[in-house]
């Protein structure tokens, strides 16, 4: 009888115990980014294989960001998204992860639990509120070369007639049609005053991210160059789009795209490049990492030693064979590097070393990185003859004015370009907010979506071009 009753006591104990840790499902947190919280969610599912899982960051519009790797033993949980750099490591505990979030350098402490968190109010006074004074429709076109289907917003000054239209490109990370980060929308803000203003816009969420299908994690930037081809091809079968005035928005890396079609394509009109750049990947990484480094205050020996080690990771990059190779030197590499109590130094405290490594290696070693890092897009832009209007803030620190207006000066005189504006606006941070130091720490707790100078200047110059 004793042994029975034992032998019931354990078979419920583990019962208990796997239900107790049955992870399935959402699972909800608040990543307290200075001056922004931010949601996220984790879709966790199980199968004979074991565990999966998306991620979903509904404050910046992205669903189904896919997760490269979900493990959980012994009520740990550590998971991987390798195209955006990002690890969790958590321990479940009373029904709830406790953890540490990590992407590139940064470290914050995060909760997951499956209450639904509600979306903490921020003021955007520039955000438009529908019913707009325009027209707006919902719109998807086919990328045919790559057999996906791209969903987007197309806005017209009225829905009968015919407009000059432009297509919005966004920077680089998965992006919705609004190109929404640190809680604001740019791109929607952009729209709304282009569309007020007699210009059409066609914005679209990039591939695998809001309703537009595709695997963004394999693609590079020459792929994004052919969802923007396919964006035009589309505006050629709508009878209110000028087909003469088609012209290419680009914000950072879209500074960048824009150039690579409007150099093979002749139905591009003219293009805005905003904070675009025009000095190689390699060399702009280095340089945005010491200047944001330097703002946020690091001594100028954490600097030096932070620039060694990035240096020598984009130079390993550069010149890698292939993504394994690569991912196995710079964990030897880094493994090395943690060795030595100056480069440990530089992970963030409470830090899992291990964790930080990993986060680091699938920061750089994608498809994306590798192309990024090798592009000169000065080479590009040597090939671009059609007008061309450059913008770059003062206090951009990651794509700053001086090089690159000067670097993407040179490559356009050498096209022979005559018809080229470029200029720095004073007191603006690379998403064209009015800001103190130009931090990235700083953009979600501005109120500015865009700044208002900037959308003149940008509607002003595309006017002139479609008279």
Known sequence: ???RTLVTLLT?????????????????????????????VFNISESDSGYSSTLDSPDQGALGIPVNSTIFKASKLDIAVTALGLTYAAEFIDGKFEGTFTQGGFTLPLALSRETIEKPALNRPQE?????????????????????????????????????VVVMITGSGPQNRNEELARHKPF?????????????????????????????AAATSVDFASDVESAIAYLKTRKEVDKKNIGLIGHSEGGVIAP????????VKFIVLMAGTGIPGSELLSLQGRLIAQVMGDSESEIEKSAEIRDKMIAMTVTSKDLQTLRDDLNAYLKGEAQNDEARALVPEGTNVEQFIKAQVDFMATPWMVYFLRHNPAKVLEKVSCPVLAINGD??????????????????????????????????????????TGSPVEYAAIEQTFSPKALKEISDWILKQVE
């Open 260 to 267: 690579m079609v409007a150099s093979r394509s002749k139905d």
């Open 12 to 40: 419920l104990l583990i019962v208990f115990t796997t239900v107790a840790q049955d992870i399935t499902g959402k699972w909800n947190g608040l990543l307290e980014v200075p001056g922004s919280p931010l949601r996220l």
């Open 395 to 436: 206090k951009d620190l990651q794509v700053p004015a001086e090089e690159n207006l000067s670097a993407m000066a040179k490559a356009l005189e050498k096209a022979g370009n005559k018809n080229v504006t470029l200029k720095t606006l004073s007191g603006l941070n690379h998403l064209f907010q009015e800001s103190e």
């Open 128 to 164: 438009p509120k529908e019913p707009y004074p325009y027209y707006s429709e919902e719109v998807s076109f086919k990328n045919n070369q790559e057999n996906i289907t791209l969903a987007g917003t197309l806005t017209l000054p009225e829905e009968t007639g015919t407009f000059p």
């Open 1 to 3: 009888m004793i042994k």
């Open 188 to 216: 929607l803000v952009i729209s709304d005053y282009l569309t007020k203003n007699g210009i059409g816009v066609l914005r679209y969420d990039d591939r695998g991210a809001g309703k537009s299908t595709g695997d963004f």
